[in-house]
């Protein structure tokens, strides 16, 4: 799965590359916002850094999102302006890659003899984004609207007690898909 998204990133940043007629310049996008779903509202974190060349982005990103269960989304990046009006510009974006667990394993306190186990899944998310240029610099303020998907395993193992030991114990497999819409403020340079 990595070796996939490493192949595609490559690919894009080929293609943008290949197309360029300006010069290719380094960006940087941070984010701050919150993501809500079926279960909650929670923050999320994100930056995203890559290369601009016209009116395409792309690039490699990272966050720590909050929701239902805390991760940390390792994913590739592009944007696509669609409209330019003096400083302000619609544009497009995508991302897609991997959600890491925050904590792979962790114990139960409240329970005998129980342990959990997360492994990672899939992440991906698309917005459209409205950007507002400050200064004479590429520097621009970023409101972007969006949806997005995690996914995240989980195994969980108990032994409770029983009156024949030795016990045996009881495992259970969850796999998380959670949807959700997200809003998130950002600064571009």
Do not use: H
Not at 51 to 56: A, S
Request: aromatic share 16%; hydrophobic share 35%.
């Amino acid at each position: 799965m990595k070796s996939i998204s490493i192949s595609i990133a490559m690919l894009v940043l080929t293609g943008i590359a290949v197309n360029a007629q300006k010069k290719i310049s380094f960006s940087s996008q941070t984010f701050v916002g919150t993501v809500t779903g079926e279960y909650q509202t929670e923050l999320q974190l994100q930056t995203i850094n890559g290369i601009k060349v016209n009116k395409w982005f792309g690039g490699i990103g990272a966050g720590i999102d909050w929701y239902y269960l805390r991760s940390i989304p390792v994913f590739i990046s592009a944007n696509r302006d669609l409209f330019q009006k003096g400083k302000k510009t619609l544009l497009l974006s995508a991302d897609a890659g991997i959600n890491f667990p925050w904590e792979e394993e962790y114990y139960y306190y409240y329970d005998y003899n129980g342990s959990g186990k997360q492994s990672p899944g899939l992440y991906w998310a698309g917005g459209i984004s409205y950007k507002f240029g400050v200064g004479k610099e590429d520097n621009a303020l970023l409101l972007n609207f969006g949806y997005s998907y995690k996914q995240q395993k989980e195994k969980v193992t108990n032994t409770f007690p029983c009156f024949n030991p030795p016990c045996t114990p009881t495992t259970e497999s969850f796999d998380y898909r959670l949807k959700r819409l997200s809003v998130k403020i950002g600064w571009s340079f």
